[in-house]
């Protein structure tokens, strides 16, 4: 066979990885340092070292994932340019120095890129590299070690920058957004095509991934080298908790590594030159890229046209079959993507392990350089086995940009450069269904729910119309529909939406209070009951047993309950109040706080309510018992407020180690004076009901289990009013609050409250009181 000299060939390779966990900083990792170890591993693989690295005329170092999103602020520091400071470290006198674009695909894009550089002559030898520790990073701001990241060497930079946008402003308006946010739109897809119930599916994937496990099982590179079953993988634990719908945690990539790659490129003459062992050479025979167009531009998300176009033209210009590939690693950030190019090359995955390192979640991902490292482990495989063929696919973004690689050490005889740009056509001519913004009803197509601390935190459904596709996200804040969407399977129901603002938003049901529909989504509420008595609406806390104590789930209800209510033009005024005759509210739940349980609170505040600045109609407080803390910050938060002649009120956050952070500060001093408001503050004094009454706390009392019958009367008169001239009240009231800045005053609380949290005492107060013992104070 006659090889052409001016072939590329890949003649090094290196990887390295850090288990880096403190506390010595001075061993900690960073990106350079290990673009640097792996560029001296993969010199140190081709056999002749120093000779080499004088050869050295480019280095393109891909992006980290700290500078592939705009406007982050690293902890330690930023390296400004990235090449020229590893090349410095290794001693290389280059002509160009690169910083990749941002994407998965960018290792396999650049030894395309650089294969046929090679080939015509524009660069004699081609370090690239990549790495990322965020492990590192993590680990250090946990234990507040100091590291620092931003050291530079000068020289000329060719920064490619972040690339086209990876979402439309109108994807990220309607509720796309990080990966584990996006992904789960194309395995929703591909589930509902194969028509296999979420418990299935998740079976599936599980089983898939286990075999990976085992490949990373086996990898000294591997971050996290353990064997996973899919019983395991399958199962939600506190160590495999749900990341979103269908992932728990390790169905995604992990990106908590400390991991570095390296390649070496040349052509056959230059490597002959420097002595090269032939049986260290490695033949890229065929490879391909393209870019797909926006996520809800794609005609179905349940395939990859980009993919499959890509891997065509990689195998044909290579002259082989999916068959004829004896070792394969397919982009594994989620199991979609192995599913869906494993179709796209006829193969099936139970039959054959894809993949050669272990895969993003279990090798680890690091960043956009994961498949160097798999190009890297394919070449050592293809070395042990001369004859045999490989295939590496990266994907970049949402399975936005694929590039693909075939590989073997058998000589490429009659290389030539392989043209891609038909393919970009043809994914740039797909027709793509209209996008809307509307007030309609769709049938789902896809959805997911994200969660943080086992809590939905955000959310959408993606909804065809007989006019085109629909993307929708919940109100901010809308937990409870968030987890009925997740209790369901929504796929193929109808899905109420209503476009707001610019975006699109999903309605969970028609009215508050109404029975539940047929349709996938209703009203659940586990710590509030509402009714609706006509115009009226009622809220009852419905925690007794915790003297209707709120935590955070109950805070998001009631803030969902409260935005429906302002929504709703048939409700006028409401009412709360709490379940049981001891207490209208007694507070945060400080069990649960002293727990370390889930502390969050929506943007509207305490209840839902505290916060709320922009409200238009009345709510009246029917104070049954104790308001204690947040409860009679709930209290001092409503328009009016009526209470049992039992009742009675306090602040006493102080003696827990807190303070009245819910406005109660801010709004008793308003209400009833600066001295007779410092006094219930800082003592934590308890008030009658009747003394509440005589300072203006409450309006007026009521007999004993009269309280919630008296707010009734009270809402009658105001229902009997104008609705609109009460509204036009309560807006001119709310332009009084921003004139007073009672909504500024209220911002200052959240970052005092923060530190207040980090103190001895704060951690002393709460666990005494429910530890039921005095608090040792140590002011500190």
């Given at each position: 066979m ?6 590329p060939?890949?003649i ?18 960073d990106?350079?340092s290990?673009?640097v170890?792996?560029?001296?591993a ?8 120093e ?9 393109a ?12 602020r ?10 020229a ?24 894009a650049?030894v395309?890129?650089?294969?046929e ?6 660069a ?42 990876l ?7 309607n509720g ?8 789960p ?10 028509g ?24 000294p ?11 395991y ?10 990341v979103?719908?269908?992932y728990?945690k390790?169905h ?5 590594v400390?991991q570095g790659a ?43 046209l980009a993919?499959?176009?890509?891997l ?9 079959a ?11 950030c ?6 869906i190019a ?11 392990v ?13 960043g956009?350089?994961?498949s ?21 696919l ?7 940009k ?18 891609s740009?038909?393919l970009?056509?043809?994914l ?6 209209p ?8 049938t789902?197509?896809s959805?997911t729910?994200t ?16 006019e ?20 369901s399977?929504?796929?193929g129901?109808?899905a ?13 049901s ?26 009226l ?6 925690r007794?047993?915790q003297f209707n ?27 709360v ?5 001891r ?8 069990k ?23 409200r ?15 409860g ?22 102080v ?16 209400q ?31 007999p ?11 809402a ?5 009013n ?20 009672l909504?500024a ?15 001895r ?6 666990t ?7 608090p040792?104070?140590?002011n500190?």
């Amino acid at each position: 066979m006659t090889i052409d000299p001016n072939t590329p060939v890949l003649i090094g390779v290196g990887q390295v990885v850090s288990h880096w966990d403190g506390p010595d900083a001075a061993s900690a990792p960073d990106p350079i340092s290990l673009c640097v170890a792996a560029a001296q591993a993969a010199l140190a693989d081709t056999g002749i070292g120093e000779d080499l690295a004088q050869a050295i005329d480019v280095i393109a170092v891909v992006r980290t994932i700290l500078d592939s999103v705009a406007g982050t602020r690293p902890p330690f520091g930023r390296c400004a340019n990235p090449p020229a400071t590893v090349a410095a470290r290794l001693g290389l006198t280059v002509r160009r120095a690169i910083y990749s674009h941002v994407g998965g695909d960018q290792p396999q894009a650049l030894v395309n890129e650089f294969a046929e550089a090679i080939f015509a002559g524009e660069a004699q030898a081609v370090l690239l590299t990549g790495a990322e520790a965020t492990s590192a990073m993590k680990t250090a701001a946990r234990r507040r070690i100091k590291l620092d990241w931003s050291h530079s060497a000068d020289g000329e930079m060719e920064d490619r920058g972040l690339g086209k946008p990876l979402l439309s402003a109108y994807e990220i308006a309607n509720g796309l957004g990080h990966p584990t946010q996006t992904y789960p739109i194309f395995e929703q897809a591909l589930r509902a095509r194969l028509g296999m119930t979420p418990e299935a599916y998740r079976r599936m994937i599980s089983e898939l991934w286990a075999a990976f496990s085992e490949v990373a099982a086996a990898n000294p590179h591997a971050q996290f080298p353990a064997s996973r079953s899919a019983d395991y993988l399958s199962t939600a634990s506190s160590e495999n908790y749900p990341v979103a719908e269908p992932y728990l945690k390790w169905h995604v990539a992990q990106d908590a590594v400390n991991q570095g790659a390296a390649l070496i490129m040349t052509s056959v003459r230059q490597a002959r030159a420097l002595g090269v062992d032939p049986g260290k050479w490695i033949y890229l025979h065929g490879y391909a890229q393209g870019a797909d167009r926006f996520v809800t531009e794609r005609p179905d998300l349940s395939r990859s046209l980009a993919m499959d176009l890509v891997l065509q033209r990689a195998l044909g210009s290579a002259g082989k079959a999916p068959e004829a590939l004896t070792h394969i690693d397919l982009y594994s950030c989620f199991p979609c993507a192995v599913l869906i190019a494993a179709e796209c090359l006829g193969l099936d995955w139970r039959r054959r392990v894809l993949t050669v390192t272990g895969g993003l979640p279990f090798f680890g991902g690091p960043g956009n350089n994961y498949s160097m490292h798999a190009i890297a482990s394919l070449v050592e495989r293809l070395r042990a086995r001369p004859g045999d063929y490989g295939l590496v696919l990266a994907n970049g973004g949402f399975l936005s940009k694929e590039a693909a690689g075939v590989y073997s050490a058998a000589p490429k005889e009659n290389w030539r450069p392989v043209a891609s740009d038909d393919l970009q056509a043809k994914l740039d001519a797909q027709v793509s269904p209209p996008l809307l913004t509307a007030s309609l009803e769709a049938t789902v197509e896809s959805f997911t729910v994200t969660y943080g601390k086992a809590q939905p935190q955000r959310g959408y459904v993606l909804g065809r119309t007989g006019e085109g596709r629909i993307l929708a996200r919940p109100r901010r804040g809308h937990r409870a529909t968030l987890a009925a969407l997740a209790e369901s399977d929504p796929i193929g129901q109808p899905a109420r939406i209503e476009a707001c603002d610019g975006a699109n938003l999903l309605l969970p049901s028609d009215r508050l209070g109404d029975p539940p529909s047929e349709r996938f989504l209703t009203r659940r509420f586990r710590y509030v009951s509402v009714a609706r008595r006509g115009r009226l609406l009622e809220v009852t806390l419905n925690r007794p047993d915790q003297f209707n104590a709120l935590h955070s789930a109950a805070h998001f209800e009631l803030h969902e309950i409260w935005d429906e209510f302002e929504r709703d033009p048939d409700l006028w005024a409401a009412i709360v109040t709490g379940a049981g005759d001891r207490a209208f509210c007694s507070g945060n739940d400080l069990k649960v706080t002293a727990q370390g349980g889930d502390m969050s609170i929506p943007h509207s505040g305490f209840a839902g309510l505290c916060s709320r600045l922009d409200r238009e109609k009345p709510i009246i407080a029917a104070v049954n018992g104790v308001a204690m803390g947040g409860g009679m910050e709930i209290v001092l938060a409503c328009d009016l407020a009526v209470a049992d002649e039992r009742a009675s009120f306090a602040l006493p956050e102080v003696k827990v180690g807190l303070f009245a952070a819910a406005g109660g500060v801010q709004r008793l001093t308003r209400q009833i004076g600066r001295k007779a408001a410092m006094e219930l503050i800082l003592t934590g004094k308890r008030l009658t009901a009747e003394q509440a009454l005589h300072l203006g706390v409450i309006n007026a009392t009521a007999p004993a289990g009269q309280a919630l019958q008296a707010a009734r009367d009270l809402a009658d008169a105001l229902l009997a009013n104008s609705p609109s001239a009460i509204r036009a009240t309560r807006q001119a009231l709310n332009k009084l609050d921003e004139i007073e800045q009672l909504g500024a005053a209220l911002d200052t609380s959240g970052p005092i409250f923060d530190r207040l949290t980090r103190t001895r005492d704060f951690k002393e107060g709460v666990t005494a009181f429910a530890e039921k013992r005095p608090p040792q104070w140590t002011n500190s």
